[in-house]
């Protein structure tokens, strides 16, 4: 704020406030809209220091039609908690009326303004223009983010007050509007966390296998400065957004809120946030209590990693407390488990490992028949408790399930493709939570997504309503309901993002459906590969159109993440990650195994092809 904007001059007397570590800045000739002449951009705010808060002056006496608009938008992108400052460019009926929190829309450069008066009109008492755009993506009053396009108008229509003579804004359109670099600058991405309602993690217990509750994460965008803490807990007892709603639940009983007057939620100084609930909360017993707090401690390490322990009150009183050390025995979630192994097929085309986030140790076969060489694999995937293994032939054609114990025969596939080509048929499988493992054939006369219980039985057909393709790759997230597919249409490969919904009943097959796929990386035409690094992120190759490949992440809901764009590597043809981001990625690229140590360059591993963590 306070340089020239792109397209005009100087334009007029806005300011805003900077609250900075050495008290408040006056920063002033913040650019305003030409009075006349044809659509101009306003270009967003360079992106400000990060302890910068951004307040937004209110309007000056006698400021011109123009000067209120580009007042009003500049409020926008402050750090007002409630655009209270923004409301003092509407008129008493409008800021009544409108609700800045229900949405926000992202445009590519900030909004242009198209002008809807003749050169007199200023004199009148009524004033518009239209607000003008190209869209990059939405945020909806649940805080969900969706990429989108296309264009952008809306009408923003002024007044003259009769009694002051003063500027108004009387039609406003609702939510907020901003370009693409103020957002980043005043939201960042929060994931909150649920737990599977159909699902349950398969873990080992000194007493046996057992199942906990699966924790889903939910992103949600935030606004950065305006107490993010409160507001993420806030948006967390909400309830989770529509497209995980069918599939997750929440703990807390209906009703609960925090208490009456919470705000500025901070952990002490022993790492221990304290959360004043309402009298719904204490209806909760013991174990749904350590699930809650379960529930805020995933959310808020996601937002402050320095908190270690959660205190749930009600009406003064203490309900459940719950530390980092113990929160493994409530629930599990997919980033806390790491690997032992990472696992590939080597020369003599066997599945071989070498330990998590080792460099230069010497494979070894894994143990059972996979591992001797009783079938020639192309492709591997191992179960996410490193007890089984899953193998594709050579010809892509039959698919070998066994147990990674000494020992044993392979027996014959339990599945076998009936596509001509190799790349008409089977694609590498994945394994979910639930230790069933997942699979596409890619027959042109019968192209299906396929999930085998437990790695065996008869395969269930998946349904895929709306799916518009042939699915080239999947891998199911390690919170068993959501799946990534690179889907292939045309000649472009895509990749999209969908809810795993299961109807399961004593006696009869499952009933499995994949629904609300959307797409996660809509500016890619080729996707070469993809794997999930993180709760609810991703790893992708490949490459606009025109363009060179290239690797990046991307966030589930299409937006992309603020973590640091991977070390550039040539003709990688597969790539392996996994939700403990802590490990390094590991891809295949000129018939060699490399892996990227953090803030490192890539280095080579060993000679091999189809590297993969569990699952």
Same mark, same amino acid.
Not at 299 to 315: H, Y
């Given at each position: 704020m306070g340089a020239d904007r792109e397209g005009g001059g100087r334009r007029g007397p806005a300011r805003v406030m900077a609250y900075t570590a050495c008290g408040v800045v006056l920063l002033a000739g913040c650019a305003s809209m030409p009075d006349s002449g044809d659509?101009?951009?306003?270009?967003?705010?360079?992106?400000?220091?990060?302890q910068v808060r951004v307040?937004?002056?209110?309007?000056?006496?006698?400021?011109?039609?123009?000067?209120?608009?580009?007042?009003?938008?500049?409020?926008?992108?402050?750090?007002?908690?409630?655009?209270?400052?923004?409301?003092?460019?509407?008129?008493?009926?409008a800021a009544e009326n409108w609700r800045p929190e229900g949405s926000a829309t992202v445009l590519a450069d900030g909004p242009g303004t198209e002008s809807n008066h003749s050169a007199n009109r200023?004199?009148?008492?009524?004033?518009?223009?239209?607000?003008?755009?190209?869209?990059?993506?939405?945020?909806?009053?649940?805080?969900?983010?969706?990429?989108?396009?296309?264009?952008? *108008?809306?009408?923003?229509?002024?007044?003259?007050?009769?009694?002051?003579?003063?500027?108004?804004?009387?039609?406003?359109?609702?939510?907020?509007?901003?370009?693409?670099?103020?957002?980043? *600058?005043?939201?960042?991405?929060?994931?909150?966390?649920?737990?599977?309602?159909?699902?349950?993690?398969?873990?080992?217990?000194?007493?046996?296998?057992?199942?906990?509750?699966?924790?889903?994460?939910?992103?949600?965008?935030? *606004? *950065?400065?305006?107490?993010?803490?409160?507001?993420?807990?806030?948006?967390?007892?909400?309830?989770?957004?529509?497209?995980?709603?069918?599939?997750?639940?929440?703990?807390?009983?209906?009703?609960?809120?925090?208490?009456?007057?919470?705000?500025?939620?901070?952990?002490?100084?022993?790492?221990?946030?304290?959360?004043?609930?309402?009298?719904?909360?204490?209806?909760?017993?013991?174990?749904?209590?350590?699930?809650?707090?379960?529930?805020?401690?995933?959310?808020?390490?996601?937002?402050?990693?320095t908190v270690e322990e959660v205190e749930l009150r009600s009406g003064g009183k203490q309900l459940c407390s719950l530390t980092e050390d113990r929160v493994d025995t409530v629930a599990t979630r997919g980033s806390a488990q790491r690997p032992d192994y990472l696992y590939f097929v080597d020369a003599d085309d066997r599945v071989v490992r070498i330990a998590a986030g080792s460099n230069g140790t010497r494979p070894e076969p894994v143990p059972g028949p996979l591992g001797e060489g009783q079938k020639a694999l192309r492709s591997v995937a191992v179960s996410r408790d490193e007890h089984s293994a899953a193998g594709i032939s050579l010809d892509s054609k039959s698919l070998f399930v066994g147990s990674l114990v000494p020992g044993g025969s392979l027996g014959e596939p339990v599945l076998v493709s009936g596509g001509k080509a190799e790349t008409d048929r089977l694609t590498p499988p994945s394994w979910d939570a639930q230790g069933d493992l997942w699979i596409a054939d890619r027959n042109p006369a019968d192209p299906r997504l396929l999930l085998l219980k437990e790695g065996g039985g008869d395969p269930v057909q998946v349904r895929t309503p709306g799916l518009d393709g042939r699915v080239q790759t999947v891998r199911v997230a390690a919170d068993g309901v959501r799946i990534a597919l690179v889907v292939e249409k045309e000649g472009k490969r895509s990749?999209?993002?969908?809810?795993?919904?299961?109807?399961?009943?004593?006696?009869?097959?499952?009933?499995?459906?994949?629904?609300?796929?959307?797409?996660?990386?809509?500016?890619?035409e080729e996707v070469t590969a993809m794997s999930w690094a993180g709760d609810s992120r991703l790893v992708v190759v490949g490459r606009e159109r025109g363009g060179v490949q290239q690797i990046g992440y991307v966030q589930v809901d299409g937006s992309t993440p603020e973590a640091s764009v991977p070390a550039a590597l040539t003709g990688v043809k597969e790539i392996a990650a996994t939700e403990d981001e802590r490990l390094p990625l590991v891809a295949y690229s000129e018939d060699m195994i490399v892996r990227l140590p953090s803030g490192l360059q890539w280095q080579k591993v060993t000679e091999g092809t189809a590297p993969v963590y569990p699952g």
């Amino acid at each position: 704020m306070g340089a020239d904007r792109e397209g005009g001059g100087r334009r007029g007397p806005a300011r805003v406030m900077a609250y900075t570590a050495c008290g408040v800045v006056l920063l002033a000739g913040c650019a305003s809209m030409p009075d006349s002449g044809d659509l101009r951009g306003v270009e967003s705010t360079p992106r400000q220091d990060p302890q910068v808060r951004v307040f937004a002056m209110p309007p000056q006496e006698d400021a011109t039609p123009s000067d209120i608009v580009q007042g009003f938008l500049e409020a926008l992108t402050s750090d007002d908690p409630h655009y209270e400052t923004a409301q003092k460019y509407l008129t008493r009926d409008a800021a009544e009326n409108w609700r800045p929190e229900g949405s926000a829309t992202v445009l590519a450069d900030g909004p242009g303004t198209e002008s809807n008066h003749s050169a007199n009109r200023e004199d009148a008492n009524d004033y518009s223009v239209t607000l003008t755009g190209t869209k990059v993506a939405t945020v909806d009053a649940q805080q969900s983010y969706s990429p989108a396009d296309g264009s952008y *108008r809306q009408v923003v229509h002024l007044t003259r007050d009769e009694k002051s003579g003063q500027w108004r804004i009387d039609v406003v359109p609702q939510g907020v509007v901003m370009g693409k670099s103020d957002f980043q *600058r005043n939201y960042m991405s929060v994931n909150r966390y649920y737990f599977a309602s159909n699902t349950a993690v398969r873990a080992d217990a000194e007493t046996g296998p057992s199942r906990e509750p699966a924790a889903v994460a939910d992103p949600v965008y935030v *606004r *950065r400065r305006v107490d993010p803490t409160t507001q993420v807990v806030r948006s967390l007892l909400s309830g989770p957004t529509s497209l995980l709603s069918p599939v997750v639940r929440s703990s807390f009983p209906t009703g609960t809120a925090l208490a009456k007057g919470v705000a500025g939620l901070t952990p002490d100084d022993r790492s221990r946030l304290t959360v004043p609930l309402n009298e719904k909360a204490a209806r909760a017993g013991a174990d749904k209590c350590d699930e809650m707090a379960a529930q805020l401690l995933f959310t808020l390490q996601n937002l402050t990693p320095t908190v270690e322990e959660v205190e749930l009150r009600s009406g003064g009183k203490q309900l459940c407390s719950l530390t980092e050390d113990r929160v493994d025995t409530v629930a599990t979630r997919g980033s806390a488990q790491r690997p032992d192994y990472l696992y590939f097929v080597d020369a003599d085309d066997r599945v071989v490992r070498i330990a998590a986030g080792s460099n230069g140790t010497r494979p070894e076969p894994v143990p059972g028949p996979l591992g001797e060489g009783q079938k020639a694999l192309r492709s591997v995937a191992v179960s996410r408790d490193e007890h089984s293994a899953a193998g594709i032939s050579l010809d892509s054609k039959s698919l070998f399930v066994g147990s990674l114990v000494p020992g044993g025969s392979l027996g014959e596939p339990v599945l076998v493709s009936g596509g001509k080509a190799e790349t008409d048929r089977l694609t590498p499988p994945s394994w979910d939570a639930q230790g069933d493992l997942w699979i596409a054939d890619r027959n042109p006369a019968d192209p299906r997504l396929l999930l085998l219980k437990e790695g065996g039985g008869d395969p269930v057909q998946v349904r895929t309503p709306g799916l518009d393709g042939r699915v080239q790759t999947v891998r199911v997230a390690a919170d068993g309901v959501r799946i990534a597919l690179v889907v292939e249409k045309e000649g472009k490969r895509s990749l999209l993002i969908g809810r795993i919904e299961r109807d399961e009943k004593a006696g009869e097959p499952p009933a499995v459906t994949v629904l609300e796929l959307r797409s996660a990386t809509p500016e890619l035409e080729e996707v070469t590969a993809m794997s999930w690094a993180g709760d609810s992120r991703l790893v992708v190759v490949g490459r606009e159109r025109g363009g060179v490949q290239q690797i990046g992440y991307v966030q589930v809901d299409g937006s992309t993440p603020e973590a640091s764009v991977p070390a550039a590597l040539t003709g990688v043809k597969e790539i392996a990650a996994t939700e403990d981001e802590r490990l390094p990625l590991v891809a295949y690229s000129e018939d060699m195994i490399v892996r990227l140590p953090s803030g490192l360059q890539w280095q080579k591993v060993t000679e091999g092809t189809a590297p993969v963590y569990p699952g």
